[in-house]
């Protein structure tokens, strides 16, 4: 789909929905939105997302195994 310019930002409000289905809906969103636009950033404002993330311990290449990996 061509829409005859770039996207360099998406902003999403999803501010009035919460729960795990919600944010089962915010990653397909995310998904579909950086496949389809290749934006340089997305900016979700979610209360779902922001208490999933509360939670999340970051990892990166090179530290070894991300937390919780079990053989």
Do not use: H
Request: glycine share 12%.
């Amino acid at each position: 789909m061509r829409l005859g310019k770039g996207f360099t930002k998406v902003y999403i409000d999803l501010s009035g929905i919460s729960g795990y289905r919600s944010l089962l809906d915010v990653i397909a969103l995310l998904n579909m939105y950086s496949t389809m636009l290749r934006p340089r950033a997305i900016v979700v404002k979610s209360g779902a997302l922001k208490d999933f993330a509360s939670r999340c311990t970051p990892w990166r290449s090179g530290q070894g195994k991300p937390p919780g990996n079990v053989e």
